[in-house]
C-alpha cells in the first residue's frame, strides 16, 4: 500500500469547507511495448499536471497527460512499489525486490534514471513507505520500525528500541518538517519529530484503517479508511492542531462496477483529487485500472 502526493507547492485549501465532486475518468491503456494490463503501484502529480504513474506488471515508471496520453515511459528492473519527491523535477521510488532506491528527473515531462542507492540492510527487512526529508529518506518497515537512511542508504537512525509503536508503519508522510506514520494494524496515525521521538498520537475513530494519508497544506491531513462493506471508502480530514477527524468523503466506488485503491494523489493548482479504481470483469477473469478525478470546491462556489 503506498500512498503518494503532489510535487507542486501546497496552495492551502481547508478541506472541512470543501465539497467533492466526482469528475471524469483516465483510462490507463497500455502503451504498445507492453505486455501486460496496467497495475498502479504509486503515483504523483507533476508540475506540468500531468500524472507520473509507477506500474507493477510492466515494471515501468510512466509520465500521462490528462487524457492518458503517455508523454514518457521507462523500464525499471522491478516494480516501483512507493514514490516520493526529491525537488520539483526529481523522484525517487523504491525497488522493493532489488532493497533499492532508484531516483529520476522529470523535468520537461520526460523521465530520466539517476542514481541507485542499495539498501544496506538486514536479510529480514523489507522497505515500504517512503518519503524525504532533510536529505535523508524516512521509510517504514516491515519488522515493525520506522527508519531514517542516508543518501548511501545506510540506516541512521531507527524506531528499534520502540518495538511496540508500530504494527504496520507502511503509510508516511512529512508535514511541516514533522513526520507522519498511519499505521493500520495499531488504528493510529503518530507524528514524530526528526528524531523520530513521538510528539502525538491520534486515535484513528473508524474500525479499519487508516490506510492512507496526505499532506494538503495548512495543519490539514487527509486520512484513507474503509467500511466494511466499502474497501478504501473512508476519507477524512485530520485538523492536526486540534486532533479532530471530519468526514470528507464516504462513498466506494462500489456503484460503479469497482473499487478505490490506496493510490491517490492530488493537484491544488487544479482543485482536484486523484484515485485509481479497479474494475473487474469475472467472465473475463481480468481488470482493468482507471484514475478518477474528484473536483473540490468551498461550499457555496
Excluded at 501546497?10 to 497495475?39: A, C, Q, Y
Excluded at 521507462?74 to 532489488?98: F, K, M
Excluded at 517512503?130 to 531514517?148: A, Q
Excluded at 473499487?259 to 473475463?284: A, E, F, H, Q
Amino acid at each position: 500500500m503506498s500512498v503518494e502526493g503532489s510535487t507542486l507547492p501546497h496552495r492551502f485549501t481547508d478541506f472541512k469547507k470543501v465539497k467533492l465532486t466526482r469528475g471524469s475518468e483516465i483510462p490507463l491503456k497500455p502503451s504498445t511495448n507492453d505486455k501486460w494490463d496496467i497495475d498502479v503501484s504509486c503515483m504523483c502529480v507533476l508540475p506540468s499536471t500531468n500524472i507520473l504513474v509507477g506500474e507493477k506488471h510492466n515494471t515501468s515508471l510512466r509520465i500521462i497527460d490528462q487524457t492518458s496520453e503517455v508523454m514518457s515511459i521507462i523500464r525499471l528492473p522491478e516494480a516501483p512499489t512507493s514514490i516520493c519527491t526529491l525537488s520539483l523535477d526529481r523522484v525517487a521510488v523504491i525497488l522493493l525486490n532489488l532493497s533499492m532506491i532508484q531516483t529520476a528527473s522529470v523535468a520537461s515531462d520526460r523521465i530520466i534514471l539517476q542514481e541507485n542507492i542499495p539498501l544496506k540492510k538486514k536479510a529480514t527487512t523489507i522497505y515500504i513507505g517512503l518519503r524525504f526529508l532533510n536529505n535523508n529518506f524516512v521509510l517504514g518497515t516491515t519488522d515493525g520500525r520506522v527508519v531514517k537512511v542516508n543518501r548511501d542508504g545506510i540506516e541512521i537512525l531507527s524506531t528499534q528500541h520502540k518495538t511496540t509503536l508500530f504494527k504496520n508503519p507502511y503509510n508516511i508522510e512529512v508535514a511541516n518538517a514533522d513526520i507522519y506514520v498511519a499505521d493500520y494494524g495499531t488504528h493510529t496515525i503518530t507524528r514524530m519529530n526528526e528524531m523520530l521521538e513521538v510528539l502525538q498520537t491520534f486515535e484513528y475513530p473508524g474500525h479499519i484503517g487508516p490506510f492512507g494519508i496526505m499532506f494538503v497544506g495548512g495543519e490539514q491531513i487527509l486520512v484513507r479508511g474503509a467500511r466494511p462493506d466499502r474497501p478504501w471508502s473512508r476519507m477524512q480530514v485530520l485538523e492536526t492542531t486540534k486532533g479532530t477527524f471530519k468526514e470528507l468523503f464516504n462513498v466506494g466506488h462500489g456503484a460503479y462496477g469497482g473499487y478505490d485503491s490506496t493510490i491517490w494523489s492530488y493537484c491544488p493548482r487544479l482543485g482536484k483529487l486523484y484515485i485509481v479504481k479497479r474494475s473487474y470483469n469475472l467472465d473475463m477473469d481480468s481488470y482493468n485500472e482507471t484514475i478518477v478525478e474528484y473536483v473540490y470546491k468551498h461550499k457555496g462556489t
